[in-house]
């Protein structure tokens, strides 16, 4: 069985890098690496901001996880 604890791991794993790799574009913005690229400001800030939501989100599901979890244990206790 899947737990929503995995699952929203998963998910903050997935938002933390995704938003790292927005902040390694904005941050090679102006450079001359060989690397650095067109990035479309607004674009970025908006996936940023999208991240940020969905981290808090799984972490609000992991509380919400280890809650009930404790409160299942109380009752069996």
Known sequence: MIS???ISSAGL??????FASSAT???EIGT???SATQ?????TAVRMIE????FAANAA??????????K?????V
């Open 13 to 18: 794993v997935a938002a933390s890098q995704r």
């Open 32 to 34: 001359s690496l060989p």
């Open 4 to 6: 929503a604890t995995s």
């Open 25 to 27: 574009q904005v941050a």
């Open 61 to 70: 599901v992991v509380r919400a996880s280890d809650a009930m979890e404790r």
């Open 72 to 76: 299942l244990l109380d009752i069996r």
């Open 39 to 43: 990035v479309d400001l607004s674009s």
């Open 51 to 54: 991240d940020k939501a969905s």
